[in-house]
Every structure is written in C-alpha cells, then in structure tokens.
C-alpha cells in the first residue's frame, strides 16, 4: 500500500470511529442508571439482539486467528472458528439463557451469589473478570496487528491508542450504544469478509479453482500427532468453555423477552457458520499464494492488502476494526457489570443511582486499563483466546448447569468447584509447564516467559481434566453438605 493510500486508510479509520462514537453516545444519552448502562433496560428486539451476538461473538481470533491457523495446520485449526463458538451460542440459548433470565439477574454471579451464597459470588465475579480483561487484551492485540501491517505504525503506539478509544467509547454509550453500534458493526463485518472472500476467488480464477488448490491433508479435522484428549480439548474448550460468559448472557438480558434473545441467538449462530466459513477457506486457498507478510495473525490483513484495490482494502481493514470494536467494548462492560455489582456490592447497594452509574463508567476504565496491561504482556491473540476460554470457566459451567436446574449442592459444592477448577487450571497451564521447562535447563524466569508467550505447551487435555475436577469437587461436597444436614437433622 503506498503512502496515499494509507493517509487515506488513517483519515477513513478515524473518521469510521469517530462515528461510531457519536452514534454511541447519542443512543447513549437517556441513560439514568447502571440498569440501563449494563442492560439497556431490557427491552431490545430480534434484529439488535441478533447482529449484536454476532457481532461480539465474531471478533479478531474468527477472522485473524482462525484464518491464520488454518494456512499453518489445516482444518484442524477451524475446530473452535466457526465450529465450535456458533454450537456454544445455540447450547447457551438452550440451557442457559431463560433459567438466568427469569430470576432478573444482571451478572452470572448475581445468580452464584442467589445460588452458592457471597462467597461464591465474590471468587465467581474475580474469574470472570479475569477471563473478560484477557479476552478483551486479545482483542487490542489484533487491532495493534492490523495497524502495524497496515499503516505501519509501531504496535506499542497502537495499542495505547486503541485502548484509549475504546475507554472513552465504552464508559459513556453503554450497552445500548453498544448493541446499536453492533447493528452497523455487524453489516460492516460481513461486506468486508464477503469482499475479500470474493476478490480471492478471483485471484485465483472462480471459486472452483479456489477449491481445487486445497489439497487432501489440509481437510484434517484432526491435527498430526494429536492426541484423544487434544483432539477432546479442541471441540470441548470452545463449546462447553464459553457456554457461560458475561458477554453473551447481557446480550440474553437485553433482549425484551427469552424468546426474542433464543431466535436471536440461532440467527446468529447461522450467520456465524456461514460469514466464519470464509476466512477458513481464505486460509486453506491462500496458504498456496506466495503473500509477503502472510503470517501469523497477520495472515489476512496481508492477503488484503496484496489482492484488494486501495479503496476496498480501506473497507475491510474498517471491516476488522468492526469486529473488534463491537467484542472488546462488550468485554469491558462485562468486568465493569462485574466489578460495579457483585465486588464492590455493598458501595454499589448504599450508593445513589446517579452513583452507581459513576461507579459503572469507572470500572469500565478499570477494565480498559487491564486490558491494555495484558495486551502488552507479549503474549500472541490465538494464545490469549484459548487461556481466556479454560481459566475457571470449567467450575462456571459445572456449577450454573447444575444449580440452575437442580437443588442439589449448597455453598460449600459451589465454593469447591471453583477453587478446584482454577487450582487444576493453574497447574496444568502455568505450573506443569514451567517445570517441564525447567526440566530441560531453563531457569525459572526464562521458563515462565516461555510458558506465557505459548513457547511451551500445555499437558494434553488441560480443559477437559479442569471440568472433569470441577465436576467431581463439586458433586463430593454436594454430598458431604447432604450428609452434614442429615445428620443435624436427626
């Protein structure tokens, strides 16, 4: 791209936000409590609700990671984009959404405080932050990528830069902003992925042609060597990892009704399936075309850059930044919904509603600042996804599955799940590791950076172990608490 066009490129990409963020904050303007900021009063329809999942579900490791996997390593590297994501959002629709959203909660740990007790609520609320600030951290990782091989501006600039926007955007427009932004994030994302994938079919002469550089090794859904508990981890970390999120359980919340946000949730599951299938087959075909700098999460900010014209490469490159935006402004939200109501609860519940509000926005800064804090730690996007998708999320979905629909298990089984499943998840992804490093003539320090920058590879089946612990913790405790209460009964 020469200097013009990427003049051009910044005065479009700043003029894109600009307007976003004043669309945001005009729809954002009624906004009278922390209800209304986290929520949008629930009272949005089919359409919002739809392309606002689809637009936060479909974000930087769909189009950038997946798609630079699946050149490297086949289609074993399109297990979770767009497999396995689009089947957790229709299992979330199915045995998630309605049971939350008839007791009128606003956080998963609203429900674990009802369900476990403070307590639980508490350890629940900081696992859940952890896994949105990580989360959220990916996502400015992908914009510094965008822009460095776009523009070539220096990734440290652009993460600070985008951190900054992405703040001021959050604290002010809300969900409501939020899902109205996603409105045009998610017809902007699609154009640009469906402009790209056309103008690589005709790189290479029609979309049969496309299809037959494909070659037989590269349809593997299982990856060479891989084991059964890998190739277990691979569908389970996606589908069952995510089922319980705060991002997409708000999405639930703000929907007017639980029918509203399951026909919702199926549409975007469709649409996630079908726009997701492009970078896949642009990663299986263009891993064939000799694209300088189509590597790593930089794969497909290359590709157009060498086969669009200078406009369209404006567009998709806009395209990427809807993505996203509409996923790490809803991560921000989730830790502030956190942070605001369940950590620092007894502030939230003596404070005035314009307080609370005030309270909200400062969290969403706090996120903002976590999330920059883990972006510059080094670590590459497709790493950050798959530590975000397992650290307690096991315990979550153990837990919530369980409580919802049954009454079996008390505090002490909801407590034991928890601590449990994050005990097993820091031993098997930082521990475990660490030693194996050392064990090779690595010092401590130099092993630690090793395991965190995903050099060193976690223990075969890590996610699967962590549910499976999680589950057998909580149904002992279930058990000891029944037994205890028997007993004091007598």
Not at 43 to 60: K, V
Not at 121 to 126: D, G, L, Q, S
């Amino acid at each position: 791209m020469d200097d013009l066009s990427r003049v051009e490129l910044l005065f479009f990409i700043a003029g894109y936000v600009a307007i976003q963020i004043a669309i945001g904050l005009w729809f954002a303007r009624g906004t009278k409590s922390d209800t209304d900021y986290y929520i949008a009063g629930g009272r949005l329809g089919y359409f919002p609700i739809t392309l606002s999942l689809f637009a936060t579900w479909f974000g930087a490791e769909t189009i950038l990671g997946s798609s630079a996997a699946v050149a490297e390593g086949g289609l074993s590297g399109a297990r979770a984009e767009p497999f396995g994501y689009a089947i957790c959002l229709v299992a979330t629709a199915l045995f998630v959404a309605g049971k939350i959203r008839s007791h009128g909660y606003v956080t998963i740990a609203d429900f674990f405080r009802d369900r476990f007790g403070k307590h639980a609520e508490f350890v629940t609320a900081i696992v859940l932050v952890v896994i949105s600030v990580i989360w959220a951290g990916a996502q400015l990782l992908a914009i510094a990528a965008i822009l460095e091989t776009t523009l070539g501006l220096p990734g440290v600039v652009t993460l600070f830069a985008a951190a900054g926007i992405v703040v001021f955007y959050s604290m002010f427009a809300g969900l409501i902003g939020d899902v109205v932004t996603d409105v045009i994030q998610g017809l902007f994302l699609m154009g640009g992925v469906i402009i790209l994938f056309l103008a690589i079919i005709h790189q290479f002469g029609g979309f049969g042609a496309m299809l037959s550089v494909i070659q037989s090794d590269q349809l593997r859904l299982i990856a060479p060597g891989e084991s059964l508990f890998t190739r277990a981890d691979a569908w389970a970390i996606p589908v069952i990892g995510s089922l319980v999120t705060q991002e997409i359980i708000t999405r639930f919340l703000a929907a007017k009704s639980t029918a509203v946000a399951r026909r919702a949730a199926f549409t975007a599951a469709g649409l996630y399936i079908g726009i997701g299938m492009m970078p896949v087959l642009i990663g299986l075909s263009g891993a064939h075309l000799d694209v300088a700098g189509a590597v790593g999460d930089n794969f497909i900010p290359a590709m157009a850059l060498e086969f669009l014209p200078p406009v369209l490469a404006i567009v998709f490159v806009g395209a990427l930044f809807s993505a996203i935006l509409s996923t790490v402004d809803s991560n921000l939200l989730a830790v502030s919904s956190l942070i605001s109501i369940n950590i620092l609860k007894k502030l939230h519940a003596r404070s005035s509603e314009q307080r609370q509000l005030m309270i909200a926005r400062l969290g969403t800064a706090f996120a903002g600042v976590g999330a920059l804090a883990v972006a510059l730690s080094g670590s590459n996007i497709y790493e950050l996804i798959a530590m975000t998708s397992v650290f307690g999320q096991g315990a979550i979905v153990v837990a919530t599955l369980i409580g919802l629909r049954t009454r079996f298990g008390g505090p002490a089984a909801g407590l034991a799940c928890v601590y449990t499943c994050v005990a097993f998840n820091l031993a098997t992804l930082l521990i475990l590791p660490i030693l194996d490093a050392m064990s090779g003539g690595m010092a401590i320090g130099p092993a630690l950076q090793a395991v965190l920058a995903g050099d060193v590879e976690p223990i075969d089946g890590y996610f699967i172990y962590s549910v499976v612990a999680a589950l057998a913790a909580y149904v002992i405790a279930g058990l000891l608490e029944n037994l205890f209460l028997t007993r004091a009964s007598k």
